[in-house]
Antibody, heavy 126, light 111 residues
Framework: QVHLQEVGPGLVKPSGTLSLTCAVS???????????WSWVRQPPGKGLEWIGQ???????NYNPSLRSRVTISVDVSENHFSLNLNSVTAADTALYYC?????????????????WGQGTLVTVSS | QSTLTQPPSVSGAPGQRVTISCTGS?????????VHWFQRLPGTAPKLLIY???KRPSGVPDRFSGSKSGTSASLAITWLQAEDEADYYC???????????FGGGTKLTVL
C-alpha cells in the first residue's frame, strides 16, 4: 500500500519560505516510471489548487500563477519530494497535500491522482 | 472560483441513490480530458473513487459509478450508507492551465 506523509512546519512568517517534504513509503520514486509526484493546496473556505508536479528525473511543471515563487524537488535516495514556496503571504495559508499521479491508458491526458497524503495545515502569520 | 462546477451540497436517505454533477468547459472535458472523482473525510487522505470517467479502483464498491458526456460529468452513489457522508470532488486536466483543475466539492449528507 502506497503511503504519503507531508512533513514540515505549521507556521511560517510573512515574506518567508514555506518548505514541506512528502515522505513516500510503499513505492520507490526511482523505480516508478509511470508516476509523477504532485503538490495541491486548499486555502480555508476555498477550492483545491494544483501547485505543481515532478518526475523522478527532476523534470517539473508548475501552476503559472505560482511559478515565480515555487520550486519542487525530488530526492530519490531518500524517497521523498519537496515543496518550497517563497515570499509567502497570508494568502498562502492552506491545507497542503502531496499526491501521486499514476499513468493509465487514455486518449486524453493519461494520468490521475491515485494516492494522497492526509494533508498538513500551514499558517502564514507573524 | 473553481474551474469545475459542482453543487455545494446534496443529501439522501439510507438506501437511496444520489448523483453529483460536475460541469467543465472546452479546455478540460470538452477537450477530451477525463474526469476523476475522489472522496474526502475530515482529517483523512482523499480517496480515489473513479478515474478515467468510469473506472473504479479495486476496493471501491460498485455502488459508486461515474459518467461523462460533453462538458458535463456525474458521480452516482446507490444504496446510500451513513459512511458515505463526506465531501466529493471532481478533477480533470485543463489545457488552458496546462495543469490540473478541481471542482469546488460537494458535501453529501446522509439523512
Amino acid at each position: 500500500q502506497v503511503h504519503l506523509q507531508e512533513v514540515g512546519p505549521g507556521l511560517v512568517k510573512p515574506s518567508g519560505t514555506l518548505s514541506l517534504t512528502c515522505a513516500v513509503s510503499g513505492a520507490s520514486i526511482s523505480s516508478s516510471s509511470s508516476n509523477w509526484w504532485s503538490w495541491v493546496r486548499q486555502p480555508p473556505g476555498k477550492g483545491l489548487e494544483w501547485i505543481g508536479q515532478i518526475y523522478r528525473s527532476g523534470s517539473a511543471n508548475y501552476n503559472p500563477s505560482l511559478r515565480s515563487r515555487v520550486t519542487i524537488s525530488v530526492d530519490v535516495s531518500e524517497n521523498h519530494f519537496s515543496l518550497n514556496l517563497n515570499s509567502v503571504t497570508a494568502a498562502d495559508t492552506a491545507l497542503y497535500y502531496c499526491a501521486r499521479l499514476n499513468y493509465y491508458d487514455s486518449s486524453g491526458f493519461p494520468y490521475y491522482f491515485d494516492y494522497w497524503g492526509q494533508g498538513t495545515l500551514v499558517t502564514v502569520s507573524s | 472560483q473553481s474551474t469545475l462546477t459542482q453543487p455545494p451540497s446534496v443529501s439522501g436517505a439510507p438506501g437511496q441513490r444520489v448523483t453529483i454533477s460536475c460541469t467543465g468547459s472546452r479546455s478540460n472535458f470538452g477537450a477530451g480530458y477525463d474526469v476523476h472523482w475522489f472522496q474526502r473525510l475530515p482529517g483523512t487522505a482523499p480517496k480515489l473513487l473513479i478515474y478515467g470517467n468510469i473506472k473504479r479502483p479495486s476496493g471501491v464498491p460498485d455502488r459508486f459509478s461515474g459518467s461523462k458526456s460533453g462538458t458535463s460529468a456525474s458521480l452516482a452513489i446507490t444504496w446510500l450508507q451513513a459512511e458515505d457522508e463526506a465531501d466529493y470532488y471532481c478533477q480533470s486536466y485543463d489545457s488552458s492551465l496546462s495543469g490540473w483543475v478541481f471542482g469546488g466539492g460537494t458535501k453529501l449528507t446522509v439523512l
